[in-house]
């Protein structure tokens, strides 16, 4: 059965689309009609990644990474998958700007943030059990 799991949205994209949104609010507003279509064009782009990006582990031991109808589909076999650490941006302190999971695999390196991130690491470690897990993993969520 396959096990689908949702994107977290970060803090930068809700203003990403206060800023967008507004800014859009402003060239209808004034009238600014070609302007504001060339701006709704990334506005729609992001509304449409922030709800459909989802990771799906399938049945048949594969990671779906899906960021919305505008791009493509991005699939890994667990099989692949050598380690799981958690990384975070631009540190002050104890503040970053994001926390995600960079998941290394044979022949390359994926970020991904999801909602449930406990649930997602014990999935992909049950169904590949020689994945490397960061000790500190559990101890930072």
């Not at 890994?76 to 975070?88: G, N």
């Amino acid at each position: 059965m396959d096990r689908i799991f949702h994107a977290r949205i970060a803090w930068y994209n809700y203003m990403y689309l206060i800023i967008l949104g507004g800014t859009l609010f402003f060239l209808l507003w004034e009238k600014h009609s070609i302007p504001a279509v060339l701006l709704s064009i990334p506005l729609i782009i992001l509304i449409e990644r922030i709800i459909h990006t989802t990771y799906t582990v399938t049945a048949d031991n594969r990671l779906v990474t899906f960021y919305g109808r505008f791009s493509r589909k991005r699939t890994i076999p667990i099989e692949l998958v050598r380690s799981i650490h958690t990384t975070r941006t631009f540190t002050i302190g104890n503040f970053s700007m994001a926390r995600y999971l960079l998941i290394k695999y044979q022949g390359g390196f994926i970020s991904l943030v999801p909602v449930k991130e406990e649930e997602f690491i014990a999935l992909l470690h049950i169904r590949n059990p020689s994945i490397e897990i960061d000790p500190d993993l559990f101890n930072s969520l």
